[in-house]
């Protein structure tokens, strides 16, 4: 079983301030995490490797700073982390990332060929949920999004069943192999850092890949083969302050009134 995971090193958004003069976000000082929903994808393919054997490599496009990402998915026990990184990749949407991606994955399927793909459901700071599902589809394999369980892999029928969140219930779902999974923090607990991989992470150089690791069109890289352009971005305006309904102790009842007619008022019940 080979299993490739898509990581990406977000912000930590829970940190992040905004300047209210400027109206812009402070990133000064705010540290850089693995996305959250990419450590689940990385705990899923460990799991798979102690059930089957196998590798685990893991990918992320990024600047030179994305490998502290890399080695921390080193320090859960992943046997590879590449980091693809190249001035040609900058301004990137989605659809020119999982080019780059998809490209990637291409490239180490030759050496060895891929089983699964697993990425996060989505980035906490571009928040699209693209991603995954454009890679996919440029290698032309199943795509099973918003996954909460894995039911079987059989790896000799070269088959799948997983189980899919939904916002009713679940979705079970058979797909051939090889697939690419997005996945949901239902999904797994990660697993503590063992010692010896946090050791081996301290001293693990991720390797650089580059343009020139794998084939591709130049047409398609970076800002040239993005189709949107964020043309502004601003924070919404501050909520403004809730009304307080003072209510009287001696008579509940009025006090619920009250709130009934601000709800119907506000169109909230009707
Ligand atoms: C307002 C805004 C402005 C932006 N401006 C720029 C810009 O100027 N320059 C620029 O380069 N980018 C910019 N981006 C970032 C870029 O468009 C996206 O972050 C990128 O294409 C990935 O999309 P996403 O973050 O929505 O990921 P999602 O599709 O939400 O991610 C889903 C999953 O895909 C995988 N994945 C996503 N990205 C990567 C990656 N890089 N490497 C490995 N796996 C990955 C992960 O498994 C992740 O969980 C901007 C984004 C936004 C929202």
């Known amino acids: 079983m080979h299993a490739v ?83 040609a990749f900058a301004g990137a949407d989605t659809l020119a990332t999982s080019y780059v991606l998809a490209q990637t994955i291409r490239a180490i399927g030759d050496k060895e060929p891929v ?23 440029r290698l032309g394999i199943s795509q099973l999004t918003y996954v909460v369980k894995i039911r079987s892999i059989d790896l000799e029928k070269k088959e799948i069943v997983v189980e899919r969140q939904l916002e009713g219930g679940r979705e079970a779902l058979r797909a051939e192999l090889p697939a690419l999974l997005t996945v949901v923090k239902e999904l797994n607990t990660p697993r503590y850092q063992s010692l010896p991989s946090m050791i081996r992470a301290a001293r693990y150089d991720p390797p650089v890949w580059d343009k020139d690791s794998f084939d591709r069109d130049p047409s398609l890289l970076g800002l040239k083969g993005s189709p949107t352009k964020v043309s502004k971005v601003y924070v919404p305006p501050p909520r403004e302050k809730g009304g307080i309904i003072a209510g009287d102790p001696e008579d509940p009842e009025k006090t619920v009134a009250e709130l009934v007619d601000k709800l119907l008022e506000c169109k909230i019940i009707g």
């Open 5 to 87: 995971v898509c990581i990406k090193q977000v912000p930590d958004t829970t940190d992040v301030k905004i300047d209210r003069k400027t109206n812009t976000l402070i990133r000064e000082g705010v540290p850089s995490i693995v996305n959250p929903f990419d450590i689940h994808a990385i705990e899923e393919a460990l799991r798979l490797k102690d059930r089957f054997g196998g590798r685990v490599t893991v990918i992320s496009m990024g600047p030179s700073q994305a490998r502290e990402s890399l080695k921390k998915a080193i320090s859960y026990g992943v046997d590879e982390a590449i980091l693809i990184s190249d001035r």
């Open 115 to 137: 089983d699964l793909v697993l990425c996060g459901k989505q980035a906490i700071d571009g928040d699209t949920a693209q991603v995954g599902p454009g890679i996919a589809t």
